[in-house]
């Protein structure tokens, strides 16, 4: 018995002597939770770096339509001096953020120098009342 004692005694300090050096660095920071959380709460966001340097938006447009829907336009640019192809979606809310399940499937758009082109979304039910539109470099 006062054996055990001794094994778990020497166990516990080794354990408590080897812990302490384990640590990484920056290993107790806090998550920094805004960061990922824009496509919550933007209506526009530009997904990759490169997409981020290339496009942009000059303006949304949002229309209800008779039956309720809601109808979104998005004039994107180019803000660079070469052709460049983006791929842009977007996925509806209902008023308090969350998906419908409605989310249109990725589209493809070709973008010369410095060009701007209106893109549209209809929401396929009446329940949304928020959107956002996502813009990635095409795959």
């Known amino acids: 018995m006062k054996r055990n004692r001794i094994i778990c005694g ?14 990484t660095e920056g290993a107790w920071k806090p998550i920094n939770t805004n ?3 824009y496509e919550s709460n933007e209506p526009f966001v530009l997904m990759d ?13 949002e229309t209800i339509l008779e039956d309720g829907r809601l109808e979104v336009k998005a004039n994107v640019r180019n803000r660079v001096n070469r052709r ?12 308090n953020g969350f998906s419908t399940g409605d989310e249109t499937p990725w589209k493809t758009l070709i973008l010369t120098e410095a060009e701007q082109q209106t893109v549209p979304f209809v929401s396929a ?14 795959r």
Do not use: H
């Open 10 to 23: 020497i166990l516990l300090l080794t354990a408590l002597a080897v812990l302490p050096g384990c640590r």
């Open 125 to 138: 039910n009446a329940q949304a009342k928020k959107y956002t539109i996502r813009v990635r470099q095409a």
């Open 49 to 61: 770096r490169s997409v981020q340097r290339s496009v942009t938006v000059t303006g949304l447009q």
């Open 84 to 95: 460049i192809q983006v791929q842009i979606s977007c996925v509806f809310k209902n008023e």
């Open 35 to 37: 960061k990922y959380n």
